[in-house]
Nanobody, 126 residues
Framework: QLQLVESGGGLVQAGGSLSLSCAVSGYTFSKNGMGWFRQAPGKEREFVAAIGWSGVTTLYTDSVKGRFTISRDKGKNTAFLQMNSLKSEDTAVYYC???????????????????WGQGTQVTVSS
């Protein structure tokens, strides 16, 4: 069983930056794909970014391409989401997720992920 804990959320003005972290514990893992998702009030959870176990392959939803960067530090079992040029529409609760053993790639489908963090609030004021 994995435990995921997000941190780094907060309030920022439009155009600003935030860096989210996702610390993973429970067992030694490195070959799990990781993803970030978000859920705004009244909306369904949506895919934001994903990264494969090697850290080389990444995926982004179109609305964040060029502004957000996903990365991971396998040695520290941590994933990151650097968010720049934030917009009011980025306001949401952000969740990190890990795929089960054998799920090496990052995908855009929430159903592919078995482990989820509790979420961290990101609020962008315009």
């Amino acid at each position: 069983q994995l435990q995921l804990v997000e941190s780094g959320g907060g309030l920022v003005q439009a155009g600003g930056s935030l860096s989210l972290s996702c610390a993973v514990s429970g067992y030694t893992f490195s070959k799990n794909g990781m993803g970030w998702f978000r859920q705004a009030p009244g909306k369904e959870r949506e895919f934001v970014a994903a990264i494969g176990w090697s850290g080389v392959t990444t995926l982004y939803t179109d609305s964040v391409k060029g502004r957000f960067t996903i990365s991971r530090d396998k040695g520290k079992n941590t994933a990151f989401l650097q968010m720049n040029s934030l917009k009011s529409e980025d306001t949401a609760v952000y969740y990190c997720a890990a795929r089960p053993p054998g799920g090496y790639s990052g995908t855009r489908y929430a159903s592919d992920y078995s482990f989820w963090g509790q979420g961290t609030q990101v609020t962008v004021s315009s």
